[in-house]
């Protein structure tokens, strides 16, 4: 029996047969079979003649960076803008001396939730929600930038806070 693994469709070379196929999101993915497959060099390795004569002395050509690798280098970097906060009270929740905040659009959310507990004197057994804009309370692990971009108000990210849930 062979190995299995999963590649995309333009991907498949012919001595591979297919064992089943699935839909997974935009892109169909194959899950094969390698049956007596010849030894392929790793695609990012340059051919054995290249790399002799890189030894020699000679300088290797640059390496062309595809689409992919220069998306997750632009998603690894650190967002340094500053995004301004609003934060309003709910209910019976303190109200803060101090409402408008910069904080790094890169931040997760979970960041300003302890940011507040910190301004509010709050324990971390403490209950507090939260709230964009009086309609729903986001993930932990939204960033700061994501929600800013889809919920902002008049140049603000409108956070409300609560020791009480306040909507669903």
């Known amino acids: 029996m062979g190995h299995f693994g999963v590649l995309k469709t333009h991907d498949v070379p012919e001595f591979m047969t297919y064992r089943r196929s699935r839909h997974l999101g935009a892109c ?11 030894q392929l060099p790793p695609p990012h390795l340059p ?3 290249a790399t002799m004569s890189s030894a ?3 300088p290797a050509p640059p390496q062309a960076v595809s689409p992919g690798v220069e998306a997750l280098e632009t998603y690894r970097k650190k967002d340094t803008s500053k995004i301004i ?4 009270a709910v209910g019976n929740a303190p109200i803060m001396k101090q409402n408008f905040y910069k904080i790094t659009a890169s931040n997760r959310f979970q960041a300003v ?11 971390a057994g403490d209950p507090l929600f939260t709230y964009i804009n009086l309609a729903f309370s986001p993930a932990p692990d939204d ?3 994501n929600l800013f971009k889809l919920f902002q108000t008049e140049g603000h990210l409108i956070v409300n ?3 009480t849930a306040a909507w669903g």
């Open 85 to 88: 906060v609003r934060f309003k």
């Open 28 to 38: 169909r993915v194959l899950a094969f079979c390698v049956c007596n497959a010849p």
């Open 113 to 123: 939730i302890q940011f507040l507990r910190k301004e509010l004197g709050w324990k």
């Open 56 to 58: 020699v002395g000679s």
């Open 143 to 145: 960033t700061v930038a």
């Open 161 to 163: 806070y609560s020791s």
């Open 47 to 49: 051919p054995p003649a």
